[in-house]
């Protein structure tokens, strides 16, 4: 164990945005996969690998309009201007008093997400604003939100550690959605805190 220790601390120094629920089995419905990931990341915990990140941590990040690329990375605290940033404990009644659109970028995913959440996988990467990406994801809005600009949109992605939620905020924001809300923690918040998930609804886009 101490050896085991001693990597996995140099591990973090090498890729300092791991957590262990975030090795997930992505696609795969495989019952002996699912346990060894499972199995993998308890032996992660004993290694000393952090479980989560801090759905609050303040990482000194400013705000700005860029996508990026690279999405393990320290975010910043608030969303870029026409996003608002929303955390658990204010999402909780706000999904059930403002039944926005739920959509989730399927990073590090177990196939289940926020009740009645639309799995649109990639729309958090990186890229450009004028890419065929950003083409595609307005034409996919257009039917989810029948139309309307001012639909409540909330972008889910993995955690305060990854900007593939807030890419996708950016993305929306860019089509010319007006009520556009950032869910910072992202699943990995939503799980921790212990709300209830359903199985994820992929869509084509």
Sequence with gaps: MPEARQFMAKADELSPFDTVRGYAPGDSVSPVFLDQIRRLQD???????????????????????????DLAGYTPGTAAPHV???????????????????IDTVTNSWGQSI?????????????????????????????????????????VGWNSEHFDGLNLA??????????VYWYRGGREAWELNGQPETDLQLEDW
């Design 43 to 69: 032996a992660l915990r004993l290694a000393g690998l952090r479980d989560h990140a801090d759905e609050d941590a303040d990482f000194g990040v400013a705000p700005d309009r860029s996508l990026h690329d």
């Design 170 to 179: 950016l993305r929306l924001t860019a089509l010319g959605y007006t009520r």
């Design 115 to 155: 009740p009645g959440a639309v799995g649109l996988k990639f729309a958090g990467l990186g890229g450009s604003l004028a890419d065929a990406a950003q083409k595609r994801l307005q034409v996919k809005l257009r039917t989810l939100t029948a139309g309307d600009p001012g639909r409540p949109i909330v972008a």
């Design 84 to 102: 608002t940033t929303i955390r658990t404990p204010d999402l909780i009644p706000f999904l059930a008093a403002a039944h926005p659109i739920v």
